[in-house]
């Protein structure tokens, strides 16, 4: 049995709208770091709300079919037992975080104090969580007084301090810098690494080259590509529902319609795939 299992899924907000996602069939394997891409209004939010929920238990829309996360349905069981197997990460972490915390830490722990969680496991956890993710200096710092950023790493601090089995976020990098995508998508690996299973909705489809072991295009409510990385993120279909390649994909088409791309070859999806490509059809 697959960690994640989507049968049939559909979900319309009211019950006279168009569905937002239509007759999904997935499966998750437990372990798996996936990568949900798509323009906006592609569905992407909508099944990452699925996977903790949120959908349809509060949103309450009409749904077809079943999701089933740690073998729980998603519509039966109740919210608070789902969050022990799934944690939400969310584009805007100032909608996540409680506001009424005066540290980070005290923020990072607050789910955990809400759970019951005994005094010395919340420290421990919380701890860990803030080393993971760089924010042990800011520890008793205000939330109020950290950078989008910062606040976006409180957020993902408090999800891994839950220890849930499954971790979804929702675009967690749109409004960071480069550098702090980086290193986002390398907490993400390393989650990875240990046996979580990250679902991660994101456009930075040059890290998701890099990071991801398989990459799931959304259009209009469908899924109309499911693939590792290397064959996804160069498929022609990409282009024609708004996505773009990465732009070591561009260069290595630029370089076969130059000759200097082996035509047997697949393109490249990362620089180190260029410079591997180029090297060898120059004889290097």
């Not at 993902?156 to 550098?179: G, H, M, Q, R, Y």
Request: glycine fraction near 8%; aromatic fraction near 6%.
């Amino acid at each position: 049995m697959s960690l994640i299992e989507i049968e049939k899924f559909s979900y319309s907000y009211t019950p006279s709208s168009r569905p937002v996602l239509s007759n999904l069939d997935l499966e998750i394997e437990a372990g798996e770091f996936v990568a949900l891409i798509g323009v906006n209004n592609s569905g992407k939010s909508t099944l990452c709300n699925a996977f903790c929920g949120a959908v349809p238990q509060l949103y309450h829309g009409k749904m077809d079919g079943n999701v089933r996360v740690c073998a729980k349905d998603i519509a039966e069981v109740p919210l608070a037992e789902l969050s022990e197997s799934v944690a939400l990460v969310m584009q805007h972490p100032e909608r996540q975080l409680s506001g009424i915390r005066f540290t980070v830490a005290e923020e990072v722990g607050f789910s955990l104090e809400n759970r019951g969680v005994e005094r010395d496991e919340i420290l421990q956890r919380v701890d860990e969580a803030l080393s993971l993710t760089g924010l042990s200096d800011l520890a008793e710092r205000s939330p109020h007084h950290l950078s989008g950023g910062q606040l976006q790493k409180v957020a993902l601090a408090s999800a891994l301090a839950c220890d849930t089995p499954v971790l979804v976020l929702d675009e967690p990098t749109t409004f960071l810098d480069p550098l702090a995508a980086k290193q986002v998508f390398e907490i993400l690996y390393e989650l990875r690494s240990k046996g979580k299973t990250i679902v991660l909705a994101e456009q930075r489809v040059e890290s998701l080259a890099l990071y991801a072991d398989r990459v799931i295009a959304l259009h209009e409510g469908r899924v109309v590509l499911d693939g590792p990385p290397a064959e996804v993120l160069v498929s022609p279909l990409l282009k024609e529902i708004g996505l773009d390649w990465t732009r070591f994909s561009k260069i290595a088409e630029l370089a076969r319609s130059r000759g200097r791309w082996a035509e047997e070859r697949a393109l490249a999806t990362t620089f180190g795939e260029v410079v591997e490509g180029l090297e060898v059809r120059n004889g290097n």
